[in-house]
């Protein structure tokens, strides 16, 4: 079964930046279509970036400009870096495979921006 472990979350202040990693357990990484979505209080979870096995970027556009995600395959790891980061950007973030789930989800990592 894979894993997704989220971590690097926190309390920010707005303007703020913080860098999320999601590291998976499974030998199939690099073939993967990768996002990063985030869940407020009360919402549905919504995908605000993905990139593709060779590198292709999108963004919602929420966050276009702000976010980048990346990937590094030979440590099956992604990331997430925030920018700018605005209160409306406060969420729970999970990683997993975009647009089609395939994994079980992990737990996340809670990104809190407040002054």
């Known amino acids: 079964q894979v894993q997704l472990v989220e971590s690097g979350g926190g309390l920010v202040q707005p303007g703020g930046s913080l860098t999320l990693s999601c590291a998976l357990s499974?030998?199939?990484?690099?073939?993967?279509?990768m996002g990063w979505y985030h869940q407020a209080p009360g919402k549905e979870r919504e995908l605000v970036a993905r990139?593709?096995?060779?590198?292709?970027?999108n963004y919602a556009d929420s966050v276009k400009g702000r976010f980048t995600i990346s990937r590094d395959n030979a440590k099956k790891t992604v990331y997430l870096q925030m920018n700018s980061l605005k209160p409306e950007d406060t969420a729970v973030y999970y990683c997993?495979?975009?647009?089609?789930?395939?994994?079980?989800w992990g737990q996340g990592t809670q990104v809190t921006v407040s002054s």
């Open positions: 997993n495979t975009a647009p089609n789930i395939y994994y079980i």
């Open positions: 990139i593709t096995p060779g590198g292709s970027t």
């Open positions: 499974t030998s199939i990484f690099s073939a993967r279509t």
